[in-house]
Structures are given as C-alpha cells and as structure tokens.
C-alpha cells in the first residue's frame, strides 16, 4: 500500500453510466463485478449513475442537489438556481436517499475503493443558470458563492458516505470538461451571440482549491477530470488533487509534458478511454487500449513502473447542461466495458512490474 492506502497497482474505474433504475441491483453486480478483478488490478467501483430515472439523477442535477444554501430547478433551459426549494429539488434529493440506503445494504461488511462522482465547481457553474440571467458563470459573486456550497456539501455527501459504508475508501472525482472553456472564454452566453469572459488560471485556482481542500477534510481522495482540456491541469495539480483525469487523443506533446510534470508530482493520471475495437474473431483489442496509455508514456520519456500510478476509465464526455439522459446500453455491454478496461490494466500492471 502507499502512504494514503492505495494499492500500488494501475487500476481501472467501473462505468459510471448504468442502465435502468434501481441503486441496489445496479451496486451489488458492480461489488461483485469488483471482487473478480485481478490481485494486480485496483477495481475501483464507482457510484453509478442511473440517469434513466429522470431529472435529478442526471449529473448536473446530483450536484446541484447537494448545494447547501442553493436551492435549484428546471428551468426552459437546464437547471438553475432558484428563490427556495421545490418539487424539482425535492425529487433530485429523493434519488440521492434512495442511493445511499442501497448503499448501506450493498456494502455491508465490504471494503475496497469507491469513487464518487461530482461536477467541479467551473463546469458546474458554466452549466447552471442564474434565477433570472444568464450562466452563474458570468457572475463572480455567484461563482464564489457556488464554490463554498459545493466545497461544504461534497464534505457532508462525502461523510454521509462513509457512515454507510465504513469500509470504503472513497475518492471524489470531480467532473471538469468545461474548464478548458472557461480558461479560454469561449462558453456562450444566454444569447448565444457572445462568449463569456475569459477566468484566469489564478481564480480557477482560487475557487477549486477549497474544494479539494474540504474533501481531503471529509477523508476522501481527490481526482479532478478536465475532459481534453490540458490547459486545465496545472490548477488541478496546484490545487492539491491526488489525481488528474483526461480524456486520451491523439499524440500532443504539449500535452503529454503536462501529464509528465504532473505525474513526477506524484499526481494519479485517470486515463478516460473510448471503447476498445472489437473483432468478430479476438473480441476486444485489449492492447491496442493499453497502448493508448503506454505508448505515449514511453515516447514523453515517463519510467515504466509508474504506470502503476494510472486508472483506466470510460472517456469522460461533456457536462450536459440540459437532463436528457444519455442512450440506454444493456447491462452486459457496460460490465463488459468494465472487464476490458481490467484487462488493459493487467497489461499496463505488466509494464510497470517490468
């Protein structure tokens, strides 16, 4: 085990997409998904998301739900912040109940590391509208604001957790695609005619960090996903986070220095990968889906036996702003997802080992 008690292993994240709409069914078959993985493999089992649930168990609306002081709504548009709470809420909240007392009976007597998905306090403010308004976004104060919520609401969701499950070893993975936008200034405003102003690197800072902060505070690890936006890294590693998360493209070595600099840091690297290409004959590529991680490793020049620092993971996607849940997959074809991003762990486990 390293010092914070992860295994010094590659692992690999379950799908956080789950068809259908009942928590326990959908935890259990992860859990045990989970405890079939290989000894050289941490199976990180993340919450799932049941979206086909409707509004309140999309992402945007998880989050937005757990705002202390915040109420939110659905508005013509997507969510946004309201005058006080109502049936929108109420419903969002009611999911998140229901979650966490199938958690309580799925987890019972179980131990090993679950992650916890959240929007990042950027993207979620790019996503949620202001009660009359454009994106909170454009307000700084309202930014402000949102960040201390949402630093205060993940260290009780967080701690809600635990109680549940005291044998969990919990990571936040906070869900920050849109940050390259904000740190570029090219979100669009209500009109659509106009981009909101550019936020400097300093105050992504500013509000991320006592995000972080707070989480470590609640006993949970930190992963902040930045989508493809490499631009979005430095903040996440100045911020404290255990881990960055990106979405693998092509070869940049620009790129890839970032990830290297991180990664000499200590910093995980959560590679968010698409799905592997699959033969009628071989069945998936599962090195092919490796290599992706590991060959450009080598090429940046990072030593081999830090793989063991990386975490495989379906590519991340963008935040949603309005709550149309994603396409429906079968439950054999995400678990399936599942065991070959394990495979392609075990191979990079390899490489690590030497």
Do not use: K, N
Request: glycine share 12%; proline share 9%; aromatic share 4%.
């Amino acid at each position: 085990m390293t010092p914070d008690g992860v295994p010094p292993y590659p692992g690999a994240a379950a799908p956080l997409a789950w068809p259908g709409t009942e928590p326990l069914e959908a935890l259990l078959t992860l859990l045990g998904d989970a405890d079939d993985a290989p000894a050289e493999v941490r199976s990180l089992v993340t919450f799932p998301a049941l979206e086909h649930r409707g509004p309140g168990a999309d992402r945007v609306g998880r989050t937005a739900a757990l705002l202390e002081g915040l109420p939110v709504e659905l508005g013509p548009h997507g969510w946004r912040l309201a005058d006080r709470p109502g049936v929108d809420l109420e419903r969002a909240l009611a999911f998140g109940r229901e979650d966490l007392d199938a958690l309580s009976i799925a987890a019972s007597g179980w131990s090993g590391e679950l992650v916890l998905e959240a929007v990042g306090p950027w993207s979620l403010a790019a996503s949620l509208w202001l009660a009359r308004g454009d994106r909170a976004l454009g307000d700084p104060g309202a930014v402000t604001e949102l960040g201390a919520s949402l630093a205060e609401s993940l260290a009780r969701h967080v701690a809600d957790v635990r109680r549940q499950a005291p044998g969990a070893r919990v990571t936040v993975l906070l869900a920050e695609p849109l940050v390259g936008q904000v740190i570029a200034g090219v979100v669009p405003s209500f009109s659509g005619h106009e981009r909101l102003r550019a936020v400097p690197r300093p105050r992504v800072l500013e509000v991320l960090e006592p995000v972080v902060s707070a989480v470590h505070g609640a006993g949970a690890r930190v992963v902040v996903h930045v989508g493809t936006a490499h631009g979005g890294v430095a903040p996440v590693v100045l911020a404290g986070a255990d881990g960055v998360g990106l979405d693998v493209g092509p070869w940049d070595e620009r790129r890839w220095e970032t990830v290297a600099h991180a990664v000499e840091r200590g910093v995980e690297l959560w590679q968010g990968l698409g799905p592997a290409r699959v033969s009628s004959c071989a069945g998936p590529d599962v090195r092919g889906l490796a290599e992706l991680v590991a060959e450009p490793w080598r090429r940046i020049g990072l030593p081999a036996a830090d793989l063991a620092r990386v975490v495989l993971h379906e590519s991340l996607g963008t935040v949603r702003v309005d709550p149309v849940p994603p396409p429906r997959r079968s439950v054999e074809d995400v678990r399936a997802s599942g065991r070959t991003l394990r495979r392609a762990a075990l191979l990079l486990a390899e490489r690590a080992a030497g």
